[in-house]
Every structure is written in C-alpha cells, then in structure tokens.
C-alpha cells in the first residue's frame, strides 16, 4: 500500500469541514445584513415607530435605545414581532434617539446597524386660567392664584409683573398654583399679574389676561369729618364681578358696616361722620363673583381723622423734689412722631380736678420726645401736687391729657427720701435709679432691687452706687415694674426701711 493511500481521504474530510464552516460563516453574513430598519419615524414628540426586516432564524428580537448624553445603549424591550411602538419615558427636547435589534437565534445573537429618531417638543403648553389676585390679610400681602393647565408635561409657572411683561418670578411644579409675593410689593398699591405655563422643554403657552389686587384708597380731607374711599376696578374675576363691598367701622370697634355696588359702580364711597368721638374708620373692600363663591380681598387701611390725631403716648416719667430751692423736676415723654411744637404743663395743689396750667413747653425743631422742666414754684407748706401734661390734636380743636401725678412734699423734721418711680434705660439724664435722702445718713446703707418673682438684680452698700437696668452680671434687663427695698441709718440716730417699686423703660 502506498504511504499516501490514507492521506487523501483525511484531506478531502478536511476541505468538506472548511467548506461547511465557510458556508455558515456566508449564511451568517447574510442574515446579519438582511437584519435592518425599513422604517423609524417620531410620530409625535414622544412616541416614535420602528420597523425591521425579518431574519428567518429569529426566535424573538431585542431592541436597544440610547438617550442623548446616555452612556450605552439600553434594553427596551424583547418581542417577536418586527415593529415596536416606543412612548418615551424621559422628555427629549430637539434631539436624536439612537436604536439598533438584535435577532436572537440559536447561533447567536445577530444586530442591525444603528439608526436614529429626531424627536422634537415644538407643541406649545395648554394656557392655564386665572382664579383671583387678592390680600392676604393674615400676612398683610398680595397672592396670586391660578388654575393648573391640563396639559400633564407642564413643570411650572411664569408670573408676569406689568405689561409688556417683566421678568419676574417662577412657580415650579404644575399643580403648585399659588404664588405669595414678596414683601416689598406692598397691599397699597395697585399691581398688573400675568401667567403662561411652560413645560420641560420650556414650551410656553400663551399668557393669561392681565389681572390685578383690589387697592383703596382715602384722599386727605384736612381737618374736615368727611371720609371718601375710593378703589379700583377688578378685571378677570371668574364669572365676571358680581358687586363691590366696602366693609368699614368706627374705631376700630364693633360690627362692619357694609356698602355694596354693582360691578360698574360707582367705585367711591363718601360719608360725613358727625360724631367727634369717632377719632378712626378701618376699612376694606371685597370683589365677589357672580356665583358669589370667589372673595378677592384689598388692604385693611386706617383713616384717621385730623381732629382726632393725638399722640400715641404722652406721660410723665417721674418727678423729683429738691429740698435745697425748692424745686420739683420733672421728665416727661411725648410721641417723638406727632409733630405738634407745643405742649402744656398743669398743676392742683389740693384737687385732681382743679388744675392750673403753668407752663408751655417747645418741643424744638423737630420734635422731641423726652423734655425736662423745674417747677420754681413750689412751696413746702403745700404738702401735695399733683402734676400733668396736655397737647392739642393738630387742628387744635381738644386737648389729649397724661395721667396724673402725685408728688407729697416730705416734712423737714421727719427724716425721708426719695426714690424715682420710673427710668430709662441708657438715657443720660434719667438712666439710673438713684435714691435721694432728705436729711443726713449714717455709716448703714443697703439697697436691694428685685424682679416682681423675688429675684435680685442690684445690691449696693455705697450711697453713690445707682442701679442702671442691669442684673448683677451687668446684663440688660427687660422692661417692667421692679421692687426695690433699702435700709438707712439716718443721722439723727432714726433707721428706715423703704420699699416700693420702680418701671424699667427701654
């Protein structure tokens, strides 16, 4: 036998093998390239339609996506058919989405090319609609509320101040329908709102009409008793408006009373209130639709009469009484804000009814707040005065009083002293609680000042120490009545205990 007899069956086995591998390999190639898209379109702009050719083998098909900025491509589904609806789940704005199947058969896994869908938002968002521009009379500031647009992809809200618009503020989320505006848009004046929605792609749609906050408004009317209120008119109420009301009292006090118009007016109310004790009109207006379901509100304003504006305050913080002249001083404190340049100064020897007016005292230019006066006047065989200030309203028409107060002049043979009633925290000249005795001490002296719980906040042995509002760790005390409480050895060998109590005013 020759020696090649067993070599050319083995090749001819070979070469069928390599055949058959490069037959597959052919096949394979084949089906791979047959494996493509026929079609792939946006059919709107978030659903697009993928169609591919048949790849006989396949037993399902897998198909992969990738986002714009997406690291890979994504499985999104495995099917058996070759076409695929794709909703988008993520918001594509403008921009291309790749995709690319796979067809899965028991070779393997064979992919087509790669192709891509422009997906574009160019529908503009549904318009959202007006509900009410009103005062929020808890915080004493305008609120703007609208109703959501239908549209579900919508991410928020653009509010417009004025017309044309100016660029504002945003309200982000699409049921968040509310906007609160800021503090320095004040109730007072009168402010032109507009809305458009937009979406994530920040398609906006067309804005609202304008609408605007209900604002009154009093004219000055000097000294008169005359009261006018005027308002705007409202637009852009849902239903329409159904009447104005006008809520006002007197003072402050009691029920509202109530003026209603129609919604073409008139937009002025006018009054003449007789009563010289009506010194206030407190007012506020409310727009109701037709249904009368829907209340926008306007500022509550104050109108003050002129002949009724008074200081806010005017008292006398204490007296003191000086042995040596005699003298009485007193500190007094009015309104550092109520412009009257004047102010009088009465006195009653026996009588709280009975007073005498001794004195006239300029506030200076402008007005101050705190005055000192040195009543000369006075005699120690009087035993009591009794003292209190007066200023005119602005038209001068009465006179607003303080309370009145007493001061006993002490005998010369009794040894007493003096203890201030009230100070000022950190004023230069009445600051401190400084004791004056009347006749001479001794070496024993003891000063105590307490909170009204008992608390002690300054102790003092030395005569010239003077309690300035602080505790004893020198920290500021708050404002209020405190009790004080010292022991003295006078001179003539007579020891004394005094107590009372004295308003810290800060």
Not at 26 to 31: E, G, R
Not at 70 to 84: C, E, K, M, P, R
Not at 493 to 500: E, I, N, Q
Request: glycine content about 6%; overall charge negative.
């Amino acid at each position: 036998m020759s020696p090649h007899t067993h070599i050319l069956p083995l090749s001819r086995r070979l070469l069928s093998w390599c055949c058959f591998s490069l037959l597959l390999l052919l096949c394979s190639q084949a089906s791979a390239q047959s494996l493509q898209f026929t079609r792939f379109v946006a059919l709107s702009h978030n659903v697009g339609q993928l169609q591919w050719s048949a790849c006989p083998d396949a037993t399902a098909y897998a198909l992969y996506r990738h986002y714009p900025a997406q690291q890979g491509f994504s499985l999104v589904a495995t099917i058996n058919d070759t076409q695929y609806l794709d909703t988008l789940r993520r918001v594509v704005c403008s921009d291309t989405v790749g995709y690319y199947v796979e067809a899965l058969t028991a070779a393997g896994t064979l992919p087509s090319d790669t192709v891509g869908i422009y997906y574009q938002d160019n529908v503009p968002t549904a318009p959202c609609a007006l509900r009410i521009g009103t005062v929020d009379t808890t915080l004493n500031r305008i609120r703007f509320t609208w109703y959501p647009t239908p549209d579900t992809d919508a991410i928020g809200y653009y509010i417009c101040l004025g017309s044309p618009c100016i660029d504002y503020d945003t309200v982000w989320g699409r049921l968040n329908t509310t906007y609160l505006f800021p503090p320095e848009f004040s109730p007072d004046s009168q402010y032109l709102f507009r809305v458009l929605a937009f979406d994530s792609c920040f398609q906006a749609s067309p804005l609202t009409p304008p609408c605007h906050n209900p604002v009154i408004s009093f004219p000055d009317t000097g000294c008169t008793r005359h009261f006018s209120c005027t308002w705007n008119r409202y637009i852009n109420m849902p239903d329409s408006v159904g009447h104005y009301r006008l809520h006002y009292r007197l003072n402050g006090q009691g029920p509202y009373h109530l003026f209603q118009t129609g919604p073409d007016g008139p937009f002025r109310f006018d009054t003449v209130i007789d009563d010289l004790s009506v010194q206030s009109v407190t007012a506020f207006l409310s727009v109701d639709n037709v249904p009368d379901t829907l209340h926008a509100l306007s500022q509550l304003r104050t109108r003050h009469f002129a002949n009724g504006d008074t200081a806010d305050y005017l008292r006398i913080l204490q007296v003191r009484y000086d042995e040596s002249e005699p003298s009485v001083s007193l500190d007094i404190d009015i309104d550092g804000h109520y412009p009257f340049p004047e102010c009088y100064l009465y006195r009653s020897q026996g009588s709280d009814d009975n007073f005498d007016q001794i004195a006239t005292l300029s506030r200076g230019t402008p007005p101050q707040s705190l005055l000192h006066y040195v009543d000369r006047t006075v005699s120690r065989e009087a035993g009591r005065y009794v003292y209190r200030v007066g200023i005119p309203d602005l038209c001068q028409q009465r006179l607003q009083y303080s309370d009145t107060v007493q001061l006993l002049l002490p005998e010369v043979s009794k040894a007493s002293a003096f203890f201030p009633n009230a100070i000022i925290y950190g004023h230069p000249h009445c600051g401190s609680f400084c004791p004056t005795y009347l006749s001479p001490l001794s070496d024993g002296y003891q000063l105590d000042i307490f909170t009204r719980w008992g608390q002690r906040v300054f102790h003092t042995s030395t005569l010239s120490d003077c309690w300035d509002g602080t505790n004893l760790s020198g920290q500021p005390l708050p404002q209020g009545t405190y009790v004080y409480r010292a022991h003295v050895s006078h001179a003539d060998g007579t020891v004394h205990s005094y107590h009372g109590t004295v308003l810290l005013l800060r």
